[in-house]
């Protein structure tokens, strides 16, 4: 499974950027996805992720009512709409994917994902 992050940038404080990862086909559909992120020196954390194709979306609440997560299924796509950005969100972004469901509380630990893209770099410019 080959996963390819796209979309990052630099932006400025309150501004919008979308990021994409584009996945095999064969994987996409039925199988959770996820973006998780990391900050220079800090730790790789969890940004927002479905259990399922198809199911419930969970998101970080730090970027809750800022970013939305989704994808489209036919063009085996996963994307992340992301608003009023903050210099806090600067970090590398990276889409992963897993097979089979999770539950609301497993979707957002890193060690549950098998196959991770390369990231795309999102600065944000106070």
């Known amino acids: 499974v080959q996963l390819q992050a796209s979309g990052g940038g630099v932006v400025q404080a309150g501004g919008s950027l979308r990021l994409s990862c584009a996945s095999s086909g064969r994987f996409f559909s039925g199988n959770g996805m996820a973006w998780f992120r990391q900050a220079p020196g800090k730790e790789r954390e969890f940004v927002a992720g479905?259990?399922?194709?198809?199911?419930?979306?969970v998101y970080a609440d730090s970027v809750k009512g800022r970013f939305t997560f989704s994808r489209d299924n036919a063009k085996t796509t996963l994307f992340l709409q992301m608003n009023s950005l903050q210099p806090d969100d600067t970090a590398v972004y990276y889409c992963?994917?897993?097979?089979?469901?999770?539950?609301?509380?497993?979707?957002?630990?890193?060690?549950?994902?098998?196959?991770w893209g390369q990231g795309t770099l999102v600065t944000v410019s106070s």
């Open positions: 479905d259990t399922r194709s198809g199911g419930s979306t």
């Open positions: 992963a994917a897993r097979s089979g469901s999770l539950s609301i509380r497993a979707v957002s630990n890193a060690g549950n994902y098998y196959y």
